[in-house]
């Protein structure tokens, strides 16, 4: 008996809203003005990017809020050679950022680093890299206004 290989085409288009609170909100609005905020833990100091409403050690609310300096460090990174549907055309890199001294750290996508064959691009990026957001020329206050991160 020959056996069919079965194939399923799927299309997915979801609208829908999510509420971000109060510290989301504060969040995003930060980008949307160019800056990046975290918040600080009164009781044992940790300073979370992005900001967290209560503190994941001590399980305290945080109210202190930080404007950092927006530079980071490269914790990790990924290159794509692949294409997804509505990413950038690879190759691209995502990068795992710890921003300031944060005690968390935000992926977000790096770019503006020079490369003359995508093959070149894991020799260019390191751990401990320091980079700086790069914003987008329109914000809206969401994450995607800040572009990407580059070397500083």
């Not at 503190?55 to 997804?84: A, H, L, M, N, R």
């Not at 995502?94 to 691009?121: F, N, Q, W």
């Amino acid at each position: 008996m020959e056996e069919k290989v079965m194939r399923s085409n799927y299309c997915m288009h979801l609208d829908y809203s999510v509420p971000l609170g109060e510290t989301w909100t504060k969040f995003m609005l930060g980008l949307k003005g160019k800056k990046i905020y975290g918040n600080r833990c009164s009781k044992c100091g940790r300073m979370y990017v992005p900001p967290q409403p209560f503190c994941p050690i001590c399980y305290k609310k945080i109210e202190d809020w930080v404007e950092t300096s927006g530079e980071g460090i490269v914790v990790s990174f990924c290159i794509t050679y692949q294409k997804f549907m509505n990413l950038p055309e690879p190759p691209f890199t995502l990068g795992i950022i710890r921003v300031d001294d944060s005690a968390t750290c935000m992926m977000h996508r790096m770019g503006g680093i020079k490369y003359e064959h995508p093959e070149d691009l894991p020799d260019k990026i390191t751990i401990g890299m320091k980079v700086k957001p790069v914003w987008a020329e329109e914000r809206k206050g969401e994450i995607l206004d800040i572009a990407y991160f580059k070397p500083v």
